[in-house]
């Protein structure tokens, strides 16, 4: 299965899932660095598609990734979103990111963060616009964690 074929067969994979919970939307895809990006809007399930600490959000993303490894698929990276929960998360994370390398200016001091893999690429990105402030992760697995530090 080609690039195209892959983001066709996910984005019709997503919509047939939903359609099972009755909800019956076009999800919009586009494929970013190899990732294919899945665009559920708002629905009245958000809650439930999204679930607690997106646990459902994200096994609905392993699902669609693992169909189309199983397929061969040229792109099997997939990022699904529904109603702009993971644009609005990463919106907070990065507002936060700020403050904690405030206080680290403030204060010298590094901070220990434990965040997932998306929320520590957010604080490595934002932490990258100041010249005097590093990141780096440590640690494997569920224990990486993220350290902000002054240069």
């Known amino acids: 299965m080609n690039r195209?074929?892959?983001?066709?067969?996910?984005?019709?994979?997503?919509?047939?899932?939903?359609?099972?919970?009755g909800v019956n939307v076009a999800v919009d895809?586009?494929?970013?660095?190899?990732?294919?990006?899945?665009?559920v809007p708002s629905t009245s399930i958000n809650s439930l598609l999204i679930g607690r600490d997106a646990q459902n959000l994200k096994a609905l993303q392993t699902l669609v990734m693992r169909t189309l490894e199983a397929k061969e698929a040229e792109v099997t990276r997939v990022s699904v979103d529904v109603?702009?929960?993971?644009?609005?998360?990463?919106?907070?994370?990065?507002?936060?990111?700020e403050e904690w390398i405030q206080k680290v200016r403030r204060s010298g001091e590094s901070?220990?963060?434990?965040?997932?893999?998306?929320?520590?690429?957010?604080?490595?990105?934002?932490?990258?616009?100041?010249?005097d402030i590093e990141t780096h992760s440590e640690g494997e697995g569920r224990e990486r964690h993220l350290i902000i530090s002054k240069k």
């Not at 195209?4 to 919970?21: G, H, M, V």
């Not at 109603?83 to 990111?97: F, G, H, L, P, Q």
């Open 4 to 21: 195209d074929e892959s983001i066709r067969f996910a984005t019709k994979y997503t919509e047939d899932i939903l359609s099972f919970f």
């Open 29 to 39: 895809s586009t494929c970013e660095d190899e990732v294919i990006q899945l665009a």
């Open 83 to 97: 109603a702009d929960y993971k644009r609005a998360r990463e919106e907070r994370i990065a507002e936060k990111a």
């Open 111 to 131: 901070m220990t963060l434990e965040l997932n893999a998306a929320d520590r690429r957010t604080v490595h990105r934002v932490a990258g616009d100041y010249s």
